[in-house]
Nanobody, 119 residues
Framework: VQLVESGGGSVQAGGSLRLSCAAS????????MAWFRRAPGKEREGVAA???????RYADPVKGRFTISKDNAKNTLYLGMNALKPEDTAMYYC???????????????WGQGTQVTVS
């Protein structure tokens, strides 16, 4: 499985962005997809995850501001981010796996990341 993120950029606090993650390869093996982020000097943390049956989990810092969704026809995962804060600044990664890792960083497949900077 190959994952390619896009949509990052620089925004002012309070602004919005939408990240995309295009999956290719053996996508039929994917049951769970997630977004992670790593800020400078910090550990990678789970942001949001979605199961193939639609179940969703969010990390507490982003609840009510971020929305994870997926378009199965396009094999694409999205992360809508509203009310962005400077502390949301990080490299954002897409992840996918057959197993239910949810917000644990134990996924088998990872993208290269897309940078989000909030000032």
């Amino acid at each position: 499985v190959q994952l390619v993120e896009s949509g990052g950029g620089s925004v002012q606090a309070g602004g919005s962005l939408r990240l995309s993650c295009a999956a290719s390869g053996y996508t039929s093996t994917i049951n769970y997809m997630a977004w992670f982020r790593r800020a400078p000097g910090k550990e990678r943390e789970g942001v949001a995850a979605i199961a193939s049956d639609g179940r969703i989990r969010y990390a507490d810092p982003v609840k009510g501001r971020f929305t994870i969704s997926k378009d199965n026809a396009k094999n694409t995962l999205y992360l809508g981010m509203n009310a962005l804060k400077p502390e949301d600044t990080a490299m954002y990664y897409c992840a996918a796996d057959r197993l239910a890792w949810w917000l644990l960083p134990r996924y088998s497949n990872w993208g290269q990341g897309t940078q989000v900077t909030v000032s």
